[in-house]
């Protein structure tokens, strides 16, 4: 047990520091998840524990290829494998996933408000296509009959409908505001030499001969690829800069999956 609280106190300091570095700079160090990673591993192997080392490869490979479809940080990929390292298990649950459960939902609800306040200063809630309005509604609707089933069901308590509830209705007002606040809060143009590790490419507002060009390639630029516009003569490309940072709610997640393992799992949902 004294283990499994140094292994616990362990990721709780590495979620933190990620959560602050991320904040401070949009990335998460290597220094925070490498010997999180080295230190997991050492141990899992100590003491011939497959179940963590099957964790952090499997999370770790799972990882990089949503790093290489620029879906993830490199920095998230390498703090969630040393976090499957070292907690495969908490409270007869999944970790990583009661951790994810937390941390979205905390994120979806700062999010709907943040971007919401910033769309209404902005004045982009003029901006928003019909089209997303129209997803968003009908979103609604799908959500409010999924909900009243469920509360007619008597088979779910109303305070988890409420916990499930609140962070859902977000999202949906989260899935009608995203694309309206990328392209004006978060689009800008940089140069190709400029182009940093782990950059979100607006694939979208490529030029036609840009998008000729890495029409077979979806994941993140590489050396190649940036030579290859810059031989076509492409100068610059659009960027999503200012995106989402997870790292505090990953913290968040982590904090709130240690201490309610049970209220995680949704009565075994997770």
Known sequence: METELLK???????AIAAAYWDARTGLIPDWITLPLIGIGAVLAVLEFNLTAIGTGIIVFGAGYAFYWLGK????D???????????????????????????ALSSLVF????WGIQAHRKKIML????????????????????????????LVPVSTLLLLGIPLLCGVILSVLE???????????????????????????LEESAQNILQNHKGVLGK????????????????YRNLPRFGPFIAIGTIL????????????II
């Open 8 to 14: 616990a106190g362990l990721v709780v300091a590495a």
């Open 72 to 75: 993830l940080g490199g920095g």
């Open 77 to 103: 990929v390498k703090l969630f494998a040393g976090m499957g390292f070292l907690l495969p298990f908490w409270g007869g649950k999944i970790f990583l996933l009661s951790m994810l459960f937390f941390a």
């Open 111 to 114: 999010y709907a408000v943040y």
């Open 127 to 154: 901006k928003i296509k019909s089209r997303h309005l129209q997803q968003g509604i009908l979103l609604l609707i799908l959500l409010g009959a999924y909900l009243l089933f469920l509360n007619g069901t008597r």
């Open 179 to 205: 694309p309206s606040v990328r392209e004006h809060l978060m689009l800008t143009r940089i140069p190709l030499n400029e182009l940093e590790e782990d950059e979100v490419l607006a694939r979208e507002f």
């Open 224 to 239: 190649k690829e940036i030579q290859a516009l810059a031989t076509a003569g492409i100068r610059s490309v659009p960027v």
């Open 257 to 268: 999956a240690l201490l309610l393992p049970p209220l995680a799992g949704l009565g075994g």
